[in-house]
């Protein structure tokens, strides 16, 4: 069974340019949630599509938004990037939005903003 | 001091027995994490608690938030439970890691 996959492994963008990040779920996994790594400050919450619709978004500014299609893949968007958007961004899915659900996470896109 | 800390370190045991890991933290927290890291680095959510007891299949997890101490148990262990679980909480937006557990369960 194939993972969570993400692409791009690496991305190189300069101030205030847009990033798009890919995410694709297991197979069968209706959930994708988002996550900023950034150094020093832990794993922070950003967003949770289930089903197609957005359902809950952590403390981050508007300019970081995404989607979810409907075959469940799902995208990040990052807009005016700033330095400290560099960060280890991953995505995990899970089979429902109930919280006790396993998250399965992606091996992550590493954006670097120049 | 490390502000989580995990017990065991490691533990062996066999198919079938009860297994219990410890983990005790010396910070504020608004959530504490339960994950699974297998070999090969895939790392897996268990739980997410801020109080109580959550329960999945053979996993049961538990939290006191007065001792600042959770456990994570599994019944009925089988081998393709071995893995690495590491408890993790969050604090003032940070995730701060323990240094994990590796669980291996003989047949």
């Known amino acids: 069974e194939a993972g969570v996959t993400q692409s791009p492994t690496h991305l190189i963008k300069t101030r205030g340019q847009q990033a798009t990040l890919r995410c694709s779920p297991i197979?069968?996994?209706?959930?994708v949630y988002w996550y900023q790594q950034a150094l020093g400050l832990g794993l922070q919450f950003l967003l949770w599509?289930?089903?197609?619709?957005?359902?809950n978004r952590g403390n981050f500014p508007p300019r970081f938004s995404g989607r979810q299609f409907p075959n469940y893949s799902s995208e990040l968007n990052v807009n005016a990037l700033e330095l400290e958007d560099s960060a280890l961004y991953l995505c995990?899915?899970?089979?429902?939005?109930?919280?006790?659900?396993?998250?399965?996470f992606g091996d992550g896109t590493r954006l670097s903003i120049l | 001091k490390n502000e989580v800390e995990q017990s065991p370190q490691n533990l062996t045991a066999q198919e079938g027995e009860f297994i219990t890991i410890n983990c005790s933290y010396s910070v504020g927290i608004s959530a504490l994490h339960w994950l699974q890291q297998h070999p090969g680095g895939g790392i897996v959510s268990l739980f997410m608690?801020?109080?109580?007891?959550k329960k999945h299949g053979r996993l049961i997890a538990t939290i006191n938030i007065q001792e600042k101490h959770s456990s994570l148990h599994i019944t009925a262990s089988h081998p393709r439970d071995s893995a690495v679980y590491i408890c993790a909480v969050v604090s003032n937006y940070q995730l701060i890691w323990g240094a994990g557990t590796k669980l291996i369960i003989k047949p």
């Open positions: 995990a899915s899970s089979s429902t939005g109930e919280d006790h659900q396993p998250q399965h």
């Open positions: 197979s069968g996994h209706t959930s």
């Open positions: 608690l801020s109080s109580g007891k």
């Open positions: 599509y289930d089903e197609g619709e957005e359902r």
